[in-house]
């Protein structure tokens, strides 16, 4: 996808995976709370982030709203927008 908006939804659902992995993680093992205290307000950011970088993109406002699904409404919006980019389908064969 070369559109700069999906570009930047995608470290944004990414940022937001990996701060969710980190949360989950503590949570599993050491339960460490300053851990969770530092990486917990990125989360959020970066989910808060996902959902406006989502409504910047070309889509109908159903796609959009997959954005506000936690943890992996990026993912989802993300899958729309390839799906109707233009130029990614498979060329046709001989």
Avoid: C, F, I
Avoid at 14 to 34: D, F, I, K, R
Avoid at 55 to 71: I, N
Wanted: aromatic share 4%.
């Amino acid at each position: 996808m070369s559109d700069p908006a999906a570009r930047r939804l995608g470290v944004a659902t990414a940022a937001e995976l990996v701060t969710l992995a980190v949360l989950l993680g503590n949570l599993a093992t050491v339960h460490w709370a300053p851990l969770a205290s530092a990486v917990g307000p990125l989360h959020g950011t970066a989910y808060l982030v996902t959902a406006v970088l989502a409504w910047q993109l070309p889509l109908p406002r159903g796609v959009r709203l997959r954005a506000l699904v936690p943890a992996v409404g990026g993912l989802l919006v993300l899958r729309a927008a390839a799906r109707r980019a233009p130029g990614t389908a498979a060329p046709p064969s001989p």
